[in-house]
């Protein structure tokens, strides 16, 4: 089955400064890759995702990468804010297979320092 | 926004007893999920649901039954509960299988065991 590995499992950054949350997966019929953002106390929420088809997806300051030969892919927030402040998760799955069970890495926790 | 609801928002029992946390979606949505994350943040599927078809995770424990009257509901029971299955339990939604929408999060059940 797939595995997902994230990195770092701590981020400190200075406010304004960039955040990049890493990610590998191993199963290569993975097709879509989500990230989530999960503040404390509340659901986790999707923020960006990106699909097989394209290598790159950006949204004002957060930005996807994709490398399906290497089998990772990356979380890039520029500009960081104290709001950016949370645990952010990514996530694999083949959604024309096995229902389109999301496989999490077990989540990055983000601090950003005014 | 409420499109997945589940409730109680907390439950908190003792060894031995059994419970249920219940989950509705009003989007329409043809998948739904439940998730587990313990106190490291980890979230771990436990079960999907499509079409009367239940896709059962190998590592969840049979006290674990997920109910699904229609397809907006699915319900979890947990019998004999033990002091490991305090968590947060996400009841999570889909259109076909996450290809053709992302994943939305109820906000959660913190389950505590004593």
């Known amino acids: 089955g797939e595995n997902v590995e994230q990195h770092p499992s701590t981020l400190s950054v200075q406010e304004g400064d960039s955040a990049v949350i890493k990610c590998t997966y191993s199963?290569?019929?993975?097709?879509?890759f989500p990230w989530y953002k999960q503040e404390l106390g509340k659901r986790p929420q999707l923020i960006i995702d990106?699909?097989?088809?394209?290598g790159e997806k950006k949204d004002q300051r957060i930005a996807v990468t994709l490398n399906k030969t290497a089998k990772h892919f990356s979380l890039h927030i520029t500009e960081t804010q104290p709001e950016d402040s949370a645990v952010y998760f990514c996530?694999?799955?083949?959604?024309?297979?096995?229902?389109?069970?999301?496989?999490f890495g077990k989540g990055t926790k983000l601090s950003v320092k005014p | 926004d409420t499109a997945v609801s589940q409730t109680p928002k907390y439950l908190v029992t003792q060894m031995g007893n059994d419970k249920s946390i219940k989950c509705e979606q009003n989007l329409g949505h043809d998948t739904m999920y439940w998730y587990k994350q313990d106190s490291k943040k980890f979230l771990k599927i436990m079960f999907s649901y499509n079409n009367k078809e239940l896709i059962i995770n190998e590592t969840v424990p049979n006290r674990f039954s997920p109910k699904s009257p229609d397809k907006a509901h699915l319900n979890l029971h947990i019998n004999s509960l033990e002091l490991g299955d305090s968590a947060v339990y996400f009841c999570?939604?889909?259109?076909?299988?996450?290809?053709?929408?992302?994943?939305?999060f109820g906000n959660g059940t913190r389950l505590t065991v004593t």
């Open positions: 999570a939604s889909s259109q076909e299988g996450l290809s053709n929408s992302p994943l939305h």
């Open positions: 996530a694999a799955s083949n959604y024309g297979g096995s229902q389109g069970n999301l496989i």
């Open positions: 199963d290569s019929a993975s097709n879509y």
């Open positions: 990106i699909r097989s088809n394209v």
